[in-house]
């Protein structure tokens, strides 16, 4: 059983940045595409990034893209966002997902194993 726990989130100023970064217990993620999402209050969880299990096929939401940057260290079992000109309509909750990767990297359609707990990012203007 393998557990996600994210860490970095805290309140930043409209422009600033913030590193996520999402470990694992109990587990390799070697074998694991990596996904983050974020859930604002009222609205619907939102992909925010992917990447597969050896750091290639790379993908963004487009809200983030040209910003946002993910990144994995499978030797540390952690998976990074690196999140630059944060912006106020990045507030929410964000979230780590881990899905067992079969050579396509992280699919939004396709069934979670394992989710983290959440950490809270605020950004204010």
């Known amino acids: 059983q393998v557990q996600l726990v994210e860490s970095g989130g805290g309140s930043v100023q409209a422009g600033g940045s913030l590193r996520l970064s999402c470990a694992a217990a109990?587990?390799?993620?070697?074998?694991?595409?990596m996904g983050w999402f974020r859930q604002a209050p009222g609205k619907e969880r939102e992909f925010v990034g992917g990447?597969?299990?050896?750091?290639?096929?790379?993908s963004y939401g487009d809200s983030v893209k040209g910003r946002f940057i993910i990144s994995r260290d499978n030797a540390k079992n952690t998976v990074y966002l690196q999140m630059n000109s944060l912006k106020p309509e990045d507030t929410a909750v964000y979230y780590c997902?881990?899905?067992?990767?079969?050579?396509?990297?992280?699919?939004?359609?396709?069934?979670?194993?394992?989710w983290g707990q959440g950490t809270q990012v605020t950004v204010s203007s």
């Open positions: 109990g587990g390799t993620l070697r074998s694991y595409a």
């Open positions: 990447i597969g299990w050896s750091g290639s096929k790379i």
């Open positions: 997902a881990a899905q067992t990767d079969y050579g396509l990297g992280y699919q939004v359609l396709r069934t979670v194993d394992y």
